[in-house]
């Protein structure tokens, strides 16, 4: 799947059972221009004594760009819904948030000085 310039392309799904839940984890690969960037693995939990499942979202990220994929219903034997984000810029938010709390801090600090 295409999705901003980025090649999505699904590796495998693995089965497990953990502790008090069982797991479905799929391997996604994430290319660009045939230039391998990276995997998510995304996940959805089956917690047999609640009743519940939760998805797990799968997260990589670097400096300019963040991806995301999220595992939903699953739509057939071995296939299942997917929700891919590709979201540029996010680090740079937090970073300019942090950026301005320290500004703030170094301001407040010289007008008690002065």
Request: net charge positive; charged share 30%.
């Amino acid at each position: 799947m295409e999705l901003a310039g980025y090649t999505f392309r699904f590796e495998r799904l693995d089965l497990e059972a953990k502790g008090n839940y069982t797991t479905e984890k799929a391997q996604i690969a994430i290319e660009q221009d045939k230039r391998h960037i990276g995997r998510v693995t995304p996940e959805r939990r089956f917690y047999a004594a609640r009743r519940q499942q939760m998805m797990e979202p799968g997260i990589r990220w670097n400096l300019l760009h963040d991806w995301y994929a999220v595992m939903g219903e699953k739509t057939g034997q071995d296939r299942y819904a997917m929700r891919l984000y590709v979201q540029t810029g996010v680090r740079w938010i937090w970073g300019g948030g942090l950026f301005d709390d320290c500004r703030r801090g170094a301001q407040r600090l010289a007008w008690e000085e002065a």
